[in-house]
């Protein structure tokens, strides 16, 4: 069994009640763009978690398998309803290998940042291209950095500040990464901290990252929504197309 890493036995116990849908919102718009990207009814999640994504996915009549490194969050998914024939594979999503291709490959809520080299993430790129089949298609869904909001010489930004929850991410700018900081209060006056580290790379960076693995960039938009994508968006959905 793998090293759970960051993501352990406590963080998969509690990452639906704070990333889940119920948490993040409605996630129909996302499963519909997934679902017309899967041409042949097949799709390859990098880093599937505990399942949040692939297994409503599925229900669509989508079939969907999974790369996840932490053995505890697929613990949790395969709790739920359709886990336990979900294909997962335990391992890393810039090397792990299913013995098959998709129509799609799809790796969301800004994961690509957990690898934290340049290195790690071309052959994150590669590894996708790998899975997929001749005019197949690799998603990914991840923040613009976001440099441009913080003052000239500074290095840290504040992104949460509520009852329950603060955040602030350091950012060093020289190696493109930044670490994410928690605390989280809870009952009884109980307060939990984590930290942990990332890499940012710019759209243009991830479209080098692809054209190395064989892939073109096909569309980029903004959100789920398909707005378009411009100077001042905050995230981006892009999708790279492997040759046929």
């Not at 969907?64 to 335990?90: C, H, P």
């Not at 976001?146 to 504040?158: N, S």
């Not at 509520?162 to 009884?188: K, L, M």
């Not at 073109?216 to 959905?237: G, I, Q, Y």
């Amino acid at each position: 069994m793998n090293d759970d890493g960051y993501f352990d036995e406590t963080v998969a116990a509690t990452y639906d009640a704070i990333h889940g849908e119920a948490a993040t919102g409605d996630l129909s718009l996302m499963l519909e763009r997934l679902d017309e990207l899967a041409t042949d009814r097949t799709a390859l999640e990098f880093a599937v978690g505990t399942g949040r994504v692939a297994l409503p996915l599925a229900k669509r009549g989508i079939e969907v398998a999974g790369i996840e490194y932490s053995w505890s969050m697929v613990q949790q998914l395969r709790k739920k309803d359709g886990g336990k024939g979900m294909t997962i594979t335990i391992g890393d999503m810039a090397s792990a290998a299913v013995n098959d291709q998709f129509s799609l490959v799809f790796l969301v809520y800004n994961t690509i940042d957990n690898l934290t080299t340049q290195a790690q993430q071309t052959a994150c790129f590669r590894n996708a291209a790998r899975h997929l089949k001749p005019g197949g298609r690799f998603l990914v869904e991840t923040l613009v950095p976001p440099i441009q909001r913080i003052p000239f010489g500074e290095t840290k930004l504040a992104f949460a500040a509520d009852e329950g929850h603060w955040g602030i991410d350091v950012f060093d700018t020289v190696s493109q990464q930044y670490t994410s900081n928690h605390i989280r209060f809870e009952e009884g006056g109980e307060t939990k901290r984590l930290s942990i580290p990332f890499r940012y790379a710019w759209p243009s960076e991830m479209d080098l990252m692809a054209q190395m693995a064989g892939m073109e960039l096909e569309t980029r938009w903004a959100d789920w929504d398909k707005s378009p994508f411009t100077h001042t968006s905050k995230s981006h959905v892009s999708v790279w197309r492997k040759a046929d």
